[in-house]
């Protein structure tokens, strides 16, 4: 989201100057410019799946000269740089970002294997990489300048939903020894590796002083109506920007206070947090011994939806216990549960896709259980998801007797599991995909880092169990990918059949 700032004139001749210097010669400060190693995360082409990466930069550690020279000061990123080496300009990306973080102290390995929500500093549509010279910066200047602390860990993403175009090799990025985290572009969780951190940089505009009352802004948040335990991110729009200036994020229950910090002054206004319960959230901004408040805005998370016995059955009125599709259902109880749950569907055809999230909340106490009564679950999938079936990072998640067969005659997966999607069972279950596919986009059981790659790892899946399932068609019957780092263990198969594949 772009920022409205306010500045003088210098500001924005500073901008031209430094942002034309950038283009000729490359970043003012950077971490390294002399790796050799090419790495296609995240920007390999031709649909190459794993298209999400975070790379981690510790403190102090980004210089006029790489790892010496002048050390980067507190001031505006007002461009990024990368380098790659296989550069292939056919290569068209679909959601092209680029957000920056400080937000994991001095961190120089992720603490979390989980994606935190960012604020993007450059979004375009579609996008393709402007032509840098072999092994050379490719640069962006941001649509959103970032105030940077060179005290602090930076973190760097890119990510693209879908690249159209070249190969899984093209526009490879150079990289060295550090940190990184990647997934597939909507993946929760990601998998960790210290060997490959891309060589990066960027150019830095002076922040000049605060003076004065500070302008706070509106308060803005990445989704106003999250689940309970969700990840939030809040950040101004309209604010003032100054060296020195801080921001204070505040909560009350009204909109008229009383109002509670939630968290120490900082020195950028972008702040993530999980969301517990319905409250306002404003920001204070302070400029030296001058404080002012942001406008509050209203962040609504839903109560858990009651354990109890529902159904789901088209043929009868939709009410506050009967569902006419599994979407509804499966929306019904997105935002958390109270209590077990349990789903008697009518034996009927149901021709809809569905995606359980990890935001249901399901655990050992409160189940989630559909009784399938011989149903037929049918869907040919899409292009960003050949799943019919999918359960991406919800547990305890049970389906008895239900008949899942995914229809598209080249891509489909009857069943698909991802994010850590652990304790969930299949029993006495139909799963079917094509018997006359004959690529891996097409099979029975897959459990993988992407709704479209057989092969994707990370931590998938463990404890599952598919017992009593008949598994017909596609290239693999049942296919379980992780990785060293991230196994997927203790998953069940038995008293299956699994036939042509």
Known sequence: MNKFLRQRCWFVALLFLFSGVANAQGPQFFNNSTSTGANAIP?????????????????????????????????????????????????????????????????????????????????????????????????????????????????????????????????????????RLYAAYSAITGTAATGTLVDFGFDLMPSAPCSGTPTAGTATVSNANPCMGSSISLNLSGNSIGGGQTYQWQSSASSSGPWANIDTARLTPFYTLNSTTTLYYRAKVRCNNDSTYSLPILVTVPAAFPGGTYTIDSSLPASSTNFQTFAAAISAIGCGISGPIVFNVANDTFNEQIIIP??????????????????????????????????DGADYITVNNLRIHATGATNGFGVHLA???????????????????TGTTSCGIVMSGSRTVYSTGGANGSNNTFSFCNVTGGYFGITLYGTTASSNANNIVTNCLVKDF
């Open 43 to 179: 920007l390999g082409g031709g649909g190459y799946a794993t298209n999400k990466c975070q790379f981690l930069y510790g403190p102090n550690s980004l210089n006029s000269s790489g790892s010496t020279g002048t050390p980067a000061y507190n001031g505006l990123i007002t461009t990024v740089y990368f380098r790659v080496g296989t550069y292939t300009s056919a290569v068209v990306y679909s959601d092209f970002t680029v957000s920056l973080v400080q937000n994991v102290g001095t961190a120089t390995t992720f603490p979390s294997t989980t994606f935190g929500t960012l604020s993007p500093a450059f979004y375009q549509a579609t996008y393709s990489l402007p032509t840098p010279v072999t092994n050379s910066w490719v640069a962006i200047p941001l649509q959103t300048p970032f105030l940077y602390d060179p005290s602090l860990s930076l973190i760097f993403e890119l990510k693209a939903s879908n690249s159209v175009g070249g190969t899984s090799t093209s526009n490879g990025m150079l990289n060295g020894p550090g940190s």
């Open 358 to 391: 990890a935001t249901v909340g399901s655990n050992a106490t409160n189940t989630v259980t559909f009784n399938g009564n011989g149903a037929l679950l049918t869907s040919p999938g899409s292009a960003s998801n050949y799943a019919t079936f999918a359960i």
């Open 419 to 437: 994010n850590a999607s652990n304790n969930n069972t299949f029993d006495s279950c139909d799963i079917v995909a094509s018997t006359t596919a």
